[in-house]
């Protein structure tokens, strides 16, 4: 057997890029089924190619400057995201939170630094101020909840800037002290380098970028130059004594205002960072952490257990004491605890400074061991964030009751449905049910989209394609309903599908569920998964055996808390549209807190609908609801994607259900609106990846399909 040792570690640059473009292209597909958070897989990745793991790679010149680089980019990023008209808004509360969810957790992780770990005071000092600071990993859960705007949230992302400004600060302290300069008259020379630091950069940057904005237009041009600034000011940052990453967020500080969130420019600053630098850096930090360590006896899992435990208490105690203080409810007392308590790249970036640091004996400030704490560290608190932050969102608005308005026809004039179509047998009673959806009063014309593959077969799909949209449209003019139509190009059907809603302002999505084993046997197909994770409007996915028009009822199951959901009236609305348009019976199943809202909208806006209301209490009544379902019947499952509030784990079980309990039936499946736009999130602490089930769910199903074929087997 041939001996492959000698070809590693790779030194050829060539194959090096292509190892690291391999990681930074699977990593996040592995870590997404793991659900495990997707910045502590770039790192597990470097671990397990660096020379502690497999010894694929060696940490070279390419990982110095792109890892530099990419450490430069997280700050500048963090600080670049930031709401500043939020912090402007609440200034008084937020300097109050920032300081004590700062100085709380720094107190706490020096003593257990000095007392228990037995590093140095220096050491001690970097300890406090990686669990000082905190990363806003939670915040995209937030905004899906659409509780962006709420004074907890406004509180946590203010505070979170400035507990890593005083961060920073600290740690421009203790890099001076280690390199030999800390006498009175150094403190006294290095506050007027840095208040003519902050001067220059606030009086110069400004101007200069409102004049190169002003007068170069092309976004690749001003793409350089935001990066140019960037770099300056590390640079400059470095020259007075201060980190580099320090100027970094500065840079982000000051280029907030110029740079939209919304914007070509931003989608292109956030898309070199989280494809590139950004992983980049995190596999070069892997790369460092000797998993050894971790064997040589419990010092360094208990030293985990020490930091995360009382850096998470430090930032409960700051937040429910800040709760407290400025009398909000204990939910807000939740609400910024979870958003407050994890730590993610800013904690890393602090602690590679640390390691290149000596103390007076020569000895490094923190070893290697540290950096292993702070990786375990990471998992732990987001983990714990992420959970306390969901608590909280749920409880905020079940406390709030922040019901959607009933809404007036004026209120419904967003409308405009966007209708895929791909199988003529299937297509005109899809047109046909959009029709029966759409408002009549405001004559839109339906969207029809074919999207093809971008392959060698796309000629002739797209001819296909063009062809079954005439007939859709022809058969939509039987009905006087007009359709615009598109065939589409695309390498991924779900992003054709997306990109088309985002171009017609389309309000929701009607299409038809995956019925084609051939294709694929997964319940979900090979796209619509990533549709609805994807997109956080209206879907309604329809499976129909037979014209609608012969249908006599249709019976809906509505999970609890679906009145909560910004979407609720919007379903409902076409529910009973469909009804009056069959003339059919409608039954709603649901529990006794969702149906009064329910009962309530029917008999105010749709009194001639005849509409039955039975109680729900579990979603696992829905076996015995199959048996009343009959061949001319629709069964309607409302749903709701993860992360909602009306999100319950057996929905996870849905597709299982449905495929056993209503095999051969017509059926609907509705995903409602929801807050914010997935297609436009993108951070490099969250994983692009969305769709599929986790590692966890196929190995349950797996043991649960061996457990049936032994019972089985058994009988």
Known sequence: ???????????????????????????????????????????????????????????????????????????????????????????????????????????????????????????????????????????????????ARKPSVSLSVGSSMMALLFSLIMLAAIVSSANGSGGLLFWLWFAAKFIGYCFFLGYAVPRLTRHFLRRYSDSVTQFIFVMAILFMCAALSEAIGLEGIFGAFMAGLILNRYIPHLSPLMNHIEFTGNALFIPYFLIGVGMLINVNLLFEGRGIILAVVLITLFGTLGKAIAAYASQWFFRLPMTSGHMMFGLTSAHAAGAIAIVMVGMRLNNADGTPLVDANLLNIVVLMILFSCIIST??????????????????????????????????????????????????????????????????????????????????????????????????????????????????????????????????????????????????????????????????????????????????????????????????????????????????????????????????????????????????????????????RKGTISFKNAQERLPDELTKYFSGKNLMIIFPDQHGNAMEEMNFAQPQLQGGMSAYEIILRWVQGIKHKMAKNHN
């Not at 897989?41 to 671990?47: E, T």
């Open 1 to 147: 057997m041939p001996d492959i040792t000698q070809y590693f570690p790779i030194t050829n640059p060539t194959l090096i890029f292509f190892v690291v473009m391999c990681i930074i292209l699977f990593a996040p597909i592995i870590m997404s089924r793991l659900r495990i958070p997707h910045i502590i897989g770039m790192v597990l990745a470097g671990v397990a190619v660096g020379k502690y793991g497999l010894n694929i790679l060696v940490r070279g010149e390419s990982f110095d400057l792109f890892g530099r680089v990419g450490l430069y980019y997280i700050m500048f990023l963090a600080s670049l995201e930031m709401d500043m008209e939020g912090v402007r808004k609440q200034k008084a509360e937020m300097t109050i939170f920032g300081i004590l969810t700062f100085i709380i957790p720094f107190i706490l992780c020096f003593a257990l630094g000095i007392s228990l770990l037995n590093y140095s005071v220096l050491g001690s000092l970097i300890i406090g101020c990686i669990m000082a600071s905190n990363t806003l990993i939670a915040y995209p859960m937030v905004s899906r909840y659409g509780l």
């Open 387 to 640: 959970f306390i932050t969901e608590y909280a969102s749920q409880r905020i608005i079940m406390r709030d009751e922040d019901m959607p308005e009933e809404k007036t026809e004026k209120d419904y004039d967003d409308e405009r449905l966007l209708v895929p179509v791909k199988y003529a047998e299937y297509a005109n009673w899809l047109v046909d049910l959009a029709v029966m959806l759409r408002n009549p009063k405001l004559n839109r014309s339906l969207i029809g989209l074919n999207v093809v593959y971008d392959d060698d077969s796309m000629e002739t799909h797209q001819e296909n394609g063009k062809r079954l949209l005439e007939q859709v449209t022809q058969h939509a003019m039987a009905s006087n309903v007009r359709v615009q139509s598109q065939v589409r190009i695309a390498a991924n059907i779900a992003n054709g599908i997306m990109h088309a809603f985002k171009e017609y302002h389309c309000s929701e999505v009607v299409i038809g569920m995956h019925s084609h084993k051939e294709i694929s046997n997964k319940f979900w197909g090979a796209f619509h998964q990533n549709l609805f994770n994807g997109l956080n409007r209206q879907i309604i996915m329809a499976r129909l055996l037979q014209p609608l028009n012969t249908l006599r009822y249709i019976q809906i199951v509505v999970p609890s808390r679906a009145q909560l959901e910004p979407g609720f009236y919007r379903w409902l609305e076409r529910m009973c549209r469909l009804a009056s348009n069959l003339d059919c019976r409608i039954r709603f199943y649901a529990r006794q807190d969702t149906m009064q809202w329910i009962t309530k909208y029917v008999s105010n806006r749709h009194s001639g609908v005849r509409a039955e209301y039975e109680d729900m209490e579990h979603w696992n009544q829905m076996p015995a609801i199959a048996s009343t379902i009959a061949d001319d019947h629709l069964f309607v499952v409302v749903t709701a």
